[in-house]
């Protein structure tokens, strides 16, 4: 497919898992892209993944940090032109249990890095001129952000923070932006390992399709949200789980 061709896009926490697949699937589609992570060696690799120098780059920092954010930017302008397609896929979650117990420094630092981040990924992309050129952006969520997740729960409100913030974005920088999200379920990533590890065909029992999500279902619906074939999408989160919410789980 040739959706994206000529296209440059930005994609945060794209050296492994759920952000480097949504990387090659725009690749595959045409675009030229920009990964953030901050592992060196690990961005490096995913480059070489890609197909190398000319069709990505890599920029190594914190997705959270203004300077990083602007040096990625000049970065993906230079060598591909300027940017209309942006993925905030970056998220931590550092916490693991009861609200009565949360470390309020870790919540900040969420709230920082999967909220606060994308607004100002998206303001920098504003003011280098997105609005006038147009473009897409897409917030990677997730379904704990849909309902009550225990354990998670405060990943989970920043992930219903991260929506609002789409849609609230979708109605600011319309017609000539659109902002949409998805929102997985558990997908068999490093980063959501502690969640299925050693008992996956337990925690897949719930999903109506019967399996945990790979990233490259994440990355279809990313790519899909990005192109023209949603043209008329925005403010909108689009819920890849494999039928888990319709059974009641999360």
Not at 77 to 106: H, Q
Not at 114 to 132: F, M, P, R, T, Y
Request: aromatic content about 4%.
């Amino acid at each position: 497919m040739t959706r994206l061709t000529d296209r440059t896009a930005i994609v945060t926490g794209a050296s492994r898992g759920i952000g480097l697949a949504i990387a090659e699937r725009l690749v595959a589609e045409g675009a030229r892209v920009v990964i953030t992570a901050r592992k060196v060696d690990a961005l490096e690799t995913a480059v070489a993944a890609l197909g190398g120098p000319d069709r990505a780059r890599f920029v190594a920092g914190s997705a959270d940090d203004p300077a990083h954010q602007d040096e990625v930017i000049a970065a993906a302008t230079e060598a591909f032109g300027p940017v209309t397609l942006m993925v905030n896929n970056t998220g931590i979650n550092p916490v693991y249990g009861p609200l009565m117990s949360l470390d309020l420094a870790a919540a900040r630092k969420i709230v920082e890095t999967n909220c606060l981040a994308a607004i100002s990924w998206v303001q920098k992309l504003h003011a280098d001129g997105l609005a006038e050129r147009g473009g897409s952006i897409v917030n990677v969520a997730s379904v704990a952000g849909l309902k009550p997740a225990p354990g998670i729960g405060f990943y989970g409100a920043s992930k219903s923070m991260l929506i609002h913030l789409t849609e609230e974005l979708a109605v600011e920088l319309g017609p000539a932006i659109r902002v949409n999200a998805v929102a997985p379920a558990v997908v068999k990533t490093k980063f959501a390992a502690a969640l299925y590890e050693g008992r996956e065909e337990a925690v897949a029992a719930p999903y109506p399709m019967k399996r945990l999500g790979a990233p490259e279902d994440i990355a279809g619906a990313v790519a899909f949200l990005l192109s023209e074939d949603a043209a008329w999408v925005t403010g909108q989160t689009l819920t890849v789980d494999g039928g888990l919410l319709l059974t009641g789980g999360v």
